[in-house]
T-cell receptor, first 112, second 113 residues
Framework: NAGVTQTPKFRVLKTGQSMTLLCAQDMNHEYMYWYRQDPGMGLRLIHY???????AKGEVPDGYNVSRLKKQNFLLGLESAAPSQTSVYFC???????????FGEGSRLTVL | GEDVEQSLFLSVREGDSSVINCTYT??????LYWYKQEPGAGLQLLTY?????DMKQDQRLTVLLNKKDKHLSLRIADTQTGDSAIYFC?????????????FGTGTRLKVLA
């Protein structure tokens, strides 16, 4: 069982470059979330989706865009990377509005 | 608004009990959760409590919920070195909270042998 898979796992970018993080889940989950984890700040919600074709802003959406064109995939895009976006990014999914979140292993992004 | 707060660090001796505390602000939470994160890994669910419960026990874990004070705690009995990790509390918001899932800052538990 793959569960939640994030790609890539590591990436180094220069300021101003763009990139996309891919999250794929094979559990037929409706809800998907992108978080960033920074020391002392816990997990902060960037964007989330409550179903295919829908997206919504979380706590820290600026500088990021997302798309949920297919139910199993949730893409997180950085159009013009900044050093403040250096972080570990986690994708998570759940079946219903009150269920357990299943996490990917994380993607470590460094912006120079 | 939504805000979940925890202390950042806790250190205990092996065999002692650990108590990790959390406060939250959104009273519309339907479920409250405790997740564990080991180094280099994602988070995994430890236990959860429905918002109309006061207490839940699951083997070495005891969750206490004080809804009036919006305070949640996780007690780990007989703490072992394998319990060293970061512990996050989280709240799941319903339709009025647009289905957000909000985490606290995390408490790093260090167990001393």
């Amino acid at each position: 069982n793959a569960g939640v898979t994030q790609t890539p796992k590591f990436r180094v970018l220069k300021t101003g470059q763009s990139m996309t993080l891919l999250c794929a889940q094979d559990m037929n989950h409706e809800y998907m979330y992108w978080y960033r984890q920074d020391p002392g700040m816990g997990l902060r919600l960037i964007h989330y989706s409550v179903g295919e074709g829908t997206t919504a802003k979380g706590e820290v959406p600026d500088g990021y865009n997302v798309s949920r064109l297919k139910k199993q995939n949730f893409l997180l895009g950085l159009e013009s990377a900044a050093p403040s976006q250096t972080s570990v990014y986690f994708c998570a999914s759940r079946m219903s509005s009150a269920g357990e979140l299943f996490f990917g292993e994380g993607s470590r992004l460094t912006v120079l | 608004g939504e805000d979940v707060e925890q202390s950042l660090f806790l250190s205990v001796r092996e065999g002692d009990s650990s108590v990790i505390n959390c406060t939250y602000t959104d009273s519309s939470s339907t479920y409250l959760y405790w997740y564990k994160q080991e180094p280099g890994a994602g988070l995994q669910l430890l236990t959860y409590i429905f918002s109309n419960m006061d207490m839940k026990q699951d083997q070495r874990l005891t969750v206490l919920l004080n809804k009036k004070d919006k305070h949640l705690s996780l007690r780990i009995a007989d703490t072992q070195t394998g319990d060293s990790a970061i512990y996050f509390c989280a709240e799941s918001l319903g339709p009025s909270g647009t289905y957000k899932y909000i985490f606290g800052t995390g408490t790093r538990l260090k167990v001393l042998a």
